[in-house]
């Protein structure tokens, strides 16, 4: 079953407190609180008002922003964030010359301590060039930014198939119950164009119509489990043979090939 949070209603794993921040029209900002040493980052903070709005309100002070890409919708907030907080940046190593204020660059396979907990950087380029997907194994909580969402993908903006997959695989393999914080609320959008490719999985039909039922309550569906996106996900199971006859994918073609396929579908839905 899917699982989501209100504004008001945080999710707690352990030592690490998780904020949703609204921002724009569908992005996610996520606050989050490490109760041991107390600190606070932010991930991906589109727009400087609400955040600093929702750090004030709950009394913190920030002490990192974290970004997962460059793009304005996961960076427009730091450098006045920055400022008002004299807070430090942390981004991808291999985009650091397009994340604003970033001071920690951080690469594939690198750690970086988030008070008492350890934070695992991938890189998972294909939505860009240099994107980065962070892990934070003490807790099971995954942060994806644009490279998965729930029931979807980013758009291959600066990458191409090959990498869009390959960044995927190395998530794939995390453990099920992980929970997965993307930064949008595209959820809906996303079981309609997966039931148009797999409209037997019952899982999926399971999962979409609970989706439908909490978004006519104006209830987010975002953060769902990597189990979830498993089984229903269809940019995760380019190789089921449903999906494939589906979108009429020859026989024999690779797992590479098949997912282009499906990205291709959703481009065009």
Known sequence: MATAMSESNPITVENLEVQRIPCL??????????KKSGKVAVVDPSEFKPVASAIQERGLKLDYILNTHHHWDHTGGNEELKSKFHCTIVGPKADKGRIPGIDIALADGESWQFGDLEMQVFDTPGHTRGHITLWFPQVQALFPGDTLF??????????????????????????PATKVFCAHEYTQSNAKFALSIDPDNQALQKRAALINDL?????????????????TNPFLRPDDPAIRKNLRVPEGASTVDAFAAVRKAKDNF
């Open 215 to 231: 978004r006519k309550q104006g209830i987010p569906t975002i953060p769902s489990t990597l189990q979830e996106e498993l089984d």
């Open 25 to 34: 029209s569908d992005n996610y900002v996520w606050l989050l609180q490490e």
């Open 150 to 175: 729930a029931l979807g993908c980013g758009r291959m903006f600066e990458g191409n198939a090959q990498q869009m997959w390959t960044s995927l695989s190395k998530l794939k393999p995390l453990p």
